[in-house]
């Protein structure tokens, strides 16, 4: 309600910006609602060759080859790569890992987090421009965009033009092809988890079950769309990497940098034009380091969250300088104190080595090592004990006190294993049921084993004992703890 005497509040409507833009009039208003939203504009990337173009796509080849192959390598009779969460076994060529081995996998993450670790203290964002499966995609997918809609210029005037026959006719050329790769990687992707030849036996006779049906159509829609669509959108909102990586980054991380004293002031000059005289800097404002990057940055700004350090700017940037006569490096993989104290390459280098990469160096190869040998230690075959709840201890003919366990022996080999379980920690302790167990190859079984001692061996209530279990030959020895129950 208004104070008595003021005049009447005036209400002004608000008018977005989206509908009327911030100049248009409004009639009878002072307000218009600016939205603080950046409309996306699309990113058209400009083909690009060179060292490091050549790089990113020898790093696709090679990713795919090993994503999109292994799969298909078998070991013995097997595939040599196969995480079969039903039978809760995955075999790694010949290693055959059970859900005890958990450890394994937790190295494996903390291996691949020191490595990224490592990398970016050292030359920035190597994974996200080389190696990365959002990088590696987004590369496939733009180049079958290119072969079916042309390049950079050519996809431009399309997307603006009316839609007539041959538009319509290559989009969905393009469209058919990013669904064909990303059905491809689908089931690439679940042949991991379901061996890859039953899976296509399945997919033929249309009879693929729920769960691979979900990961299948999942992991093809995610394909689809993070490269097909969404692409530079995934590194800058939607990948936390972005975020963190200043945290590893200082002065002595090669990154991709735009020399500034050299380059500025920037602008356009004939070939034959002498710099100097024009007091212009290398650069000549030509715009091909935004048109060729990805996530549609200038790097002649600085660094910026959104690099990814792919190094096309500096690739196209070469070109123009060879073009000029100038030198290259304009745009390269430097270091910040190196172009500020204008290092030398030898000198940069040298830099590198300093405390944080060291550390984490060290403990990278700890931690390796330290897998390393588990690994050649490792027993195959594992064993749990658990006390047959079941059956209460007792006295049996003979006077002699018995108690059952229940034994979960795991051959972790892919041969038929004998072993023979024995059991010592208190006098005249013996395995009174079958004492050799025989399991199949990456087989477990629960086995009742039945042990006995004398009446008077010990005091009532619980004594600790240990089981032995021998495999044959060189398979090695387990031992287990457990208690015996002697009853009042």
Known sequence: MNDKGSSPRKIIPIVSSQAAGPSAPVSGTHGVMFSLYEAHKKIYPRSVSGLFSNWRWGMVFLTQLVFYGLPWLEWGQRQAVLFDLGARRFYIFGLVLYPQDFIYLTGILVVSALSLFLFTAVAGRLWCGYACPQTVYTEIFLWLEKQTEGDRSARMRRDQGPWDAEKIGRKTLKHVLWLTVALWTGFTFVGYFTPIKELAGEVTQLQLGTWEVFWFLFYSFATYGNAGFMREQVCKHMCPYARFQSAMFDRDTLIVTYDEER?????????????TKLNLGACVDCSLCVQVCPTGIDIRKGLQYECIGCGACADVCDTVMDKLGYARGLVKYSTQNAVSQHWTRGQTLRHVLRPRVLVYSSILGAVVLSMTVSLALRTPFRVDVVRDRGVLARIVEGGRIENVFRLQI?????????????AEGLPGLSVVSEGDVFIEPTQARWVAVRVQAPYDVAPAGSHAIHFQIAGQGTIGLVTEKSVFIVPR
């Open 263 to 275: 380059g500025e002031p920037r602008g356009a000059r004939s070939k034959k034009a002498d710099p």
């Open 410 to 422: 795991m051959n972790a080999t892919e041969l038929a294993q004998r072993f023979t379980v024995t």
